[in-house]
Each structure stands twice: as structure tokens, then as C-alpha cells.
């Protein structure tokens, strides 16, 4: 099933924007899930994972930045992202990792310009 991620928007530079995903999956928590992102005209890259057990791990360029977080009881995860910058500007994604072809969804557009 597609996963819908919410929270984009456009930002200055230097400014945040927390990023929502849902899932309905009964195995939600089992699952590692992360962000993904997909700047126009490049590949999809992996921003940020968090595991079942909670550890993370990041792209280099948004670590210190960035901060993701999971809510089992919500079958939720987040992205905190601090300190925009315009490099920044991407579709972001949330799936599992590793990622499921049948769970990409439309994502969430993230502009950060002035």
C-alpha cells in the first residue's frame, strides 16, 4: 500500500519542517522505515533510517541537521529537519529498509529557497 508523507512546504534557508508518514501495516513495528529523497532531475537517495530497536543512521550531508523518529503506538515516523538548506529542495519519501516498490507513494515536496 503506498505510504503518504505530509510536512512539506517551502522554507528559507536556515529554517525547519518536521515531516509526517502513517502507516496502517500491523507489522509497523517490526519494521526499519526511513526517508528518501528525490531532487529534480536525480536518483532517489536514502536521507535517514531508524530501526525497530530505534537506532539511526544518516546521509552525511544532513547529519546534525536532521533527526528521525518513530511512534509505534501511532505507527508513525518523522523526519525533524533543521537548518534547511537549498540543496535540501527534494520529493521526500518515507518507505521500509529496505525499501518496498509497492509502498512508494506521491511523497511530499520540500522547497527551500528565499
Known amino acids: 500500500v503506498p505510504l503518504q508523507a505530509s510536512g512539506g512546504g517551502l522554507v528559507q534557508p536556515g529554517g525547519s519542517l518536521r515531516l509526517s508518514c502513517a502507516s496502517s501495516?500491523?507489522?509497523?513495528?517490526?519494521?526499519?522505515w526511513g526517508w528518501y529523497r528525490q531532487a529534480p532531475g536525480k536518483q532517489r537517495d536514502f536521507v535517514a533510517g531508524i530501526t525497530s530497536g530505534g537506532r539511526t543512521n544518516y546521509l552525511d550531508s544532513v547529519v546534525g541537521r536532521f533527526t528521525i523518529s518513530r511512534d509505534n503506538a501511532k505507527n508513525a515516523v518523522y523526519l525533524q529537519m533543521n537548518s534547511l538548506e537549498p540543496e535540501d529542495t527534494a520529493i521526500y519519501y518515507c518507505?521500509?529498509?529496505?525499501?518496498?516498490?509497492?509502498?512508494w507513494g506521491q511523497g511530499t515536496l520540500v522547497t527551500v529557497s528565499s
Open positions: 518507505n521500509t529498509v529496505p525499501w518496498d516498490a509497492e509502498a
Open positions: 501495516g500491523s507489522i509497523f513495528s517490526r519494521n526499519a
